[in-house]
């Protein structure tokens, strides 16, 4: 919820929480809290065509373990 918030506010959201600590700390943390916002606004956004799918679903596809290439 800060990530949204922040990005609608322009703020960091560290500020938001308002977290003291280290500037490497509070830049960590907003990276960690901007990936997950990244990450939910992309599974969020339908794809435009079926070619954009196939593309979604081939980048996140690895092989299952043990198997043999």
């Given at each position: 919820?800060?990530?949204?918030?922040?990005?609608?506010?322009?703020?960091?959201?560290?500020?938001?929480?308002?977290?003291?600590?280290?500037?490497?700390?509070?830049f960590?943390?907003?990276?960690?809290?901007?990936?997950?916002?990244?990450?939910?606004?992309?599974?969020?956004?339908?794809?435009?065509?079926?070619?954009?799918?196939?593309?979604?679903?081939?980048?996140?596809?690895?092989?299952?373990?043990?198997?043999?290439?």
């Amino acid at each position: 919820m800060a990530g949204r918030m922040a990005l609608m506010t322009h703020t960091r959201p560290s500020d938001l929480l308002g977290f003291r600590g280290s500037e490497l700390e509070r830049f960590v943390l907003d990276a960690m809290i901007f990936s997950e916002i990244a990450n939910e606004l992309e599974r969020a956004r339908p794809p435009k065509s079926t070619k954009e799918l196939v593309r979604r679903k081939r980048a996140r596809w690895r092989p299952p373990r043990g198997m043999i290439a």
